[in-house]
């Protein structure tokens, strides 16, 4: 398996302030994380895939300025919300890809409330 | 969208086999059957997969019906720390995990 980080565990923000939330591999070398979100009683939803070294690729919908990847090194990926909204209240999931085939392994969440 | 259809819940008496459906009429010749649970508040937990052949871990077996177009997962003695969402995901090497609702499964005592 893997063994994946995230930092903080939760955070309560005022509307408007960034907020940024780290991912790391603790065991191995990524190259690629990802990163999704679960709004409460839903599924979780891709957002993006940070690629070391390169721009992040984000999915439809997601808008590549208000959540800034920073992919800096093979076992960091950060996620930034910026101007944080209400409506960008929920949980924050990483993940790291390995094995084969490749089988994606999960950091234990972040929990982002916005007042 | 999720390729994979599974029951919204599941009860399962503490100490029983707790078996999980999933179907996946549509799936193709090189996708993975993957399992993963998130227990409330947590990340998803990888469970096991498979492609063609019935697995088994320390964890769980998975069942694959020979056309493959559906698979279980069966848990052999379901506790109470088993109560979770499980997922059932097909996915092919370089495809995104599109995660679908799920099934709510409640170990009871």
């Known amino acids: 398996g893997a063994v994946v980080s995230q930092h903080p565990s939760w955070v309560i923000c005022k509307s408007g302030t960034s907020v940024k939330i780290e991912c790391r591999s603790l065991d191995f070398q990524a190259t690629t994380m990802f990163w999704y979100r679960q709004f409460p009683k839903q599924s979780l939803m891709l957002m993006a895939t940070?690629?070391?070294?390169?721009?992040?690729?984000?999915e439809q919908g997601v808008e590549k300025d208000k959540f800034l990847i920073n992919h800096a090194s093979l076992t960091l990926s950060t996620l930034t919300v910026t101007s944080a909204h209400p409506e960008d209240s929920s949980f924050y999931i990483c993940s790291v890809e390995r094995g084969g085939p490749d089988t994606q392994y999960f950091g234990p969440g972040t929990r982002l409330t916005v007042l | 969208d999720a390729k994979t259809t599974q029951p919204t819940s599941m009860d399962c008496a503490e100490g029983r086999a707790a078996n999980l459906p999933c179907n996946h009429s549509?799936?193709?010749?090189?996708?993975?059957v993957y399992w993963y649970r998130q227990i409330h508040s947590q990340g998803p937990q990888y469970i096991i997969h498979g492609l063609k052949n019935n697995e088994t871990n320390e964890m769980a077996s998975l069942i694959i019906t020979e056309d493959r177009k559906s698979s279980t997962l069966i848990l052999p003695h379901a506790t109470l720390r088993d109560t979770a969402v499980y997922y059932c995901?097909?996915?092919?090497?370089?495809?995104?995990?599109?995660f679908g609702p799920g099934t709510r499964l409640s170990v009871l005592p």
């Open positions: 549509t799936i193709s010749g090189n996708e993975y």
């Open positions: 995901i097909v996915r092919d090497y370089g495809q995104n995990f599109v």
């Open positions: 940070s690629n070391e070294g390169s721009k992040a690729t984000y």
